[in-house]
């Protein structure tokens, strides 16, 4: 089986940016998911550009921050305010489907000219569950040609469907009870058992800092995770379990 190894959340503050390089450079991530809009874009940048070995996707947001959009071309996103109107109320609202593909479009575009390549898209907060927004995922990743994270085995199917490359299997929930190693590891162990080809393992990871609480209810659970993803036996069991580490890139090769 291969083995997707993605940290979430790449970008939201300096502090998680640097915890994600090092359980890129220290640990078993692989891939990274770059959020486009927080206080951690510009040093996620920077570091993808030093040479981090890892697949960057981008980790499309409409639910915190400041758009990429003028908030006159999105109105069915933003407050008054300008900024993303939240995800409650995204998820119970109606968003504008081709608001969604317009900032969709603008986030992506904003790490290709930073001279990023872009492996694969995912959503922050798992917006793409909303029927509206994975529609409108769906015509931006058939027209840029990305693979896209599949949550269940119904967006898998859809996904599949309509041509776009996904895993075979998900885990988002590995630390649901708690961040351990016999979790992760349990985690891994499922994806085996169901026969995936091709599996991500979802994973936050990183440092905390001043700017991360007013932003995240997630803050040491994240430095728990990159104690675990950079644990030198986790990279030794992985091999011995037959599992080899890879990114988006090889979906688009299977």
Same mark, same amino acid.
């Given at each position: 089986m291969l083995l997707i190894v993605n940290a979430d959340d790449f970008g939201y503050t300096p502090a998680v940016s640097r915890g994600i390089v090092r359980a890129v450079r220290e640990g078993v991530v692989t891939s990274v998911s770059l959020l486009v809009n927080?206080?951690?874009?510009?040093?996620?940048?920077?570091a993808v550009r030093s040479g981090i070995p890892a697949g960057v996707g981008v980790h499309l947001c409409l639910t915190r921050g400041r758009p990429l959009s003028e908030p006159r071309y999105i109105p069915s996103l933003v407050s008054s305010n300008g900024e993303f109107a939240g995800r409650d109320r995204l998820l119970q609202g109606s968003p504008n489907a081709? /608001?969604?593909?317009r900032e969709f479009y603008a986030q992506v575009a904003y790490v290709q000219s930073a001279g990023v390549h872009v492996t694969h898209l995912d959503t922050h907060h798992h917006i793409h569950r909303h029927p509206v927004i994975l529609s409108a995922l769906i015509r931006v990743a058939r027209a840029l040609k990305l693979p896209v994270?599949?949550?269940d085995e119904q967006m898998r199917g859809l996904l599949t469907q309509k041509g776009i490359r996904t895993p075979d299997y998900f885990c988002g /929930?590995?630390?649901a009870e708690g961040v351990s190693l016999a979790n992760f590891k349990a985690c891994v162990k499922k994806g085996l058992e169901r026969g995936a080809r091709v599996m991500e393992l979802m994973t936050h990871p990183g440092e905390v800092d001043d700017e991360l609480a007013p932003r995240s209810g997630y803050t040491v659970e994240r430095e728990k995770e990159l104690a675990i993803l950079c644990d030198p036996g986790l990279r030794q069991w992985l091999a011995e379990t037959g599992v080899r580490l890879g990114t988006y890139a090889d979906v688009t090769r299977t």
């Open positions: 927080m206080p951690g874009t510009q040093a996620a940048l920077a081709g /608001e969604v593909e994270r599949s949550l /929930e590995w630390f």
